[in-house]
């Protein structure tokens, strides 16, 4: 059983989710926040497998509570999923790099919903190519420092290729393709590659491959 908490500050929207998340064998809602604070004590009580989080919402917002919760040793395994009006809100890349598995607009159809909550809760991340591709175009001149050639360095030159092409948005199954490996061992190199670089998941290896300068804009036009 997923076990999902729902942030928004708006009841209807929550009630919205909570009736189709219920409506699933597989997934039920344990809690509801109406705002960042209520939703990081309960997450912190509770646990939950994934979070439902509305990036904007009074007080401590979606993007605050993200950074609090992943900051918390205890909630590694929370993943969390922002919910956004906009298609590509300011502060979706911001989301991304404190530690969300990715991001929905709110009308997403149901059944992609579902789908989304499953995915993260299996520990992928939510980024499709063609979203990543925009991400990270409209979120170029956003780029804070750039990462540490330390870190870099404690990738294997494999490890570098395979971090390159998942920041591309590609799965494993797509990244053994191109490098002529299984999709098991795709995977393996991923997780090695999360290890070492302290990414609680798949959307913080976009972000780390984008600012470590393994892919470029430009590259995924």
């Not at 989710?17 to 409506?23: E, I, K």
């Not at 994934?50 to 979606?62: F, N, W, Y």
């Not at 919760?69 to 298609?87: H, P, Y």
């Not at 993260?120 to 175009?137: E, F, Q, Y």
Request: with cysteine; proline share 3%; aromatic share 4%.
């Amino acid at each position: 059983m997923i076990r999902v908490l729902l942030a928004d500050d708006q009841a209807l929207v929550r009630a919205g989710f909570r009736a189709l998340l219920d409506s699933c064998d597989d997934i039920s809602v344990v809690g509801e926040a109406n705002d960042g604070e209520e939703a990081f004590r309960l997450i912190r009580d509770m646990v939950p497998d994934v979070v439902l989080m509305d990036i904007r919402m009074p007080g401590l917002d979606g993007l605050a509570a993200t950074a609090k919760i992943t900051a918390e040793a205890s909630l590694t395994s929370v993943r969390i999923i922002i919910l956004t009006t906009f298609d590509l809100d300011e502060y979706v890349f911001e989301a991304l790099r404190s530690g969300a598995s990715g991001f929905l607009v709110k009308d997403t159809e149901p059944v992609e919903l579902l789908q989304a909550v499953r995915v993260v809760a299996r520990g992928d991340a939510l980024l499709s190519p063609g979203v990543t591709r925009r991400l990270v175009a409209e979120f170029a001149q956003r780029a804070k420092e750039p990462v540490s050639a330390k870190k870099l360095e404690q990738l294997t030159e494999r490890e570098r290729e395979v971090v390159a092409l998942a920041g591309t948005g590609l799965s494993n199954e797509e990244i053994g393709a191109k490098l002529f490996l299984s999709p098991a061992t795709a995977k393996t190199h991923i997780s090695r590659a999360m290890i070492k670089l302290g990414a609680r998941d798949r959307a913080q290896l976009v972000v780390f491959a984008y600012e470590s300068g393994l892919v470029r804009p430009g590259w995924l036009g």
